[in-house]
């Protein structure tokens, strides 16, 4: 997407928004493993 955009070229009308939800589910990953992390939930954590 961000290439297209740099070369000039007009993405699909779809793109942005499966970039923002590929985004949005990483961040959701990432805060998930990092309240586990917190709270020793998972691995990483001082349980384990």
Do not use: C, D, H
């Not at 805060?31 to 020793?40: K, N």
Request: hydrophobic share 40%; proline share 8%.
């Amino acid at each position: 997407y961000f290439g297209a955009l740099w070369q000039g070229v007009k993405p699909y009308e779809w793109m942005p928004m499966m970039v923002t939800a590929i985004g949005g589910f990483e961040l959701y990953l990432f805060a998930q493993e990092q309240w586990r992390r917190i709270s020793g939930r998972g691995p990483g954590g001082p349980n384990g």
